[in-house]
């Protein structure tokens, strides 16, 4: 069956402090994966997408075929990243549709 | 100004009640999906749409419909608000191309049956 887990429901770190948001998938073929974010009274948005290989707000991901993982870091944490994370999967058969993760709490303290 | 709209924001309702949320979005996207989320869970799926007259039910089981009579529109229906459709339903939107593509969010309506 496909899944993304997320096992962390909450995560806290202190500023400047290294982040790591872990995400494992279940998926035979070649995944699509992303990470969304949803600030605080903001919308759901993209954050990154493995395939595009980039930094976005000093985050990058990379993906772990071997280990079927996705993990979200930045190394040094600031406080305007505290937020909802989801990491997505998007297994090219299945119509092209995203199955979610049930996302990480990122809260950065002062 | 590109963007998805999704009214009401909130609704509370009682049961049996027939009830529609709408959603629009100004984005040229032919790609609308209806995502359900109860909190602190995954987004579940519950109707997508590739264009006008196409629907198709997601993953999640869902007593609601939808509808795609024009290309910026998707409105979501229940014919008869229970309390366990009580729950935050996003709109989302995205273009088609290759591969999966990033999906626009609106900001959502949170349902409330009593």
């Known amino acids: 069956a496909q899944r993304v887990t997320q096992p962390e429901k909450l995560l806290s770190v202190f500023k400047g402090a290294p982040v790591e948001l872990k995400c494992n998938y279940s998926y035979s073929g070649s995944p699509e994966l992303f990470w969304y974010v949803q600030y605080s009274r903001q919308r759901l948005q993209l954050l990154l997408r493995?395939?595009?290989?980039?930094s976005i707000k000093g985050f990058t991901a990379d993906l772990n075929k071997g280990e079927t993982s996705f993990h979200l870091k930045k190394p040094f944490a600031q406080e305007e990243d505290s937020a909802m994370y989801y990491c997505?999967?998007?297994?090219?058969?299945?119509?092209?549709?995203?199955?979610w993760g049930a996302g990480t709490k990122l809260i950065i303290k002062p | 100004e590109a963007d998805i709209y999704q009214t009401p924001r909130y609704l509370v309702i009682g049961t049996g009640k027939k009830i529609t949320l709408e959603c629009s979005q100004t984005m040229g996207h032919d790609k609308m999906y209806w995502y359900q989320q109860d909190p602190g869970m995954e987004l579940h799926l519950i109707h997508y749409?590739?264009?006008?007259?196409?629907?198709e039910k997601g993953d999640l089981s869902s007593e609601s419909t939808v509808s795609r009579i024009r290309t910026e529109h998707f409105p979501l229906t229940l014919e008869s608000a229970r309390p366990s459709h009580t729950s935050q339903y996003l709109c989302?939107?995205?273009?088609?191309?290759?591969?999966?593509?990033?999906?626009?969010f609106g900001p959502g309506t949170r349902l409330t049956v009593l």
């Open positions: 989302a939107s995205s273009d088609i191309g290759q591969g999966v593509d990033e999906q626009f």
């Open positions: 493995h395939i595009s290989r980039e």
């Open positions: 749409s590739y264009g006008v007259n196409s629907t």
């Open positions: 997505a999967l998007g297994p090219l058969d299945s119509n092209y549709q995203l199955i």
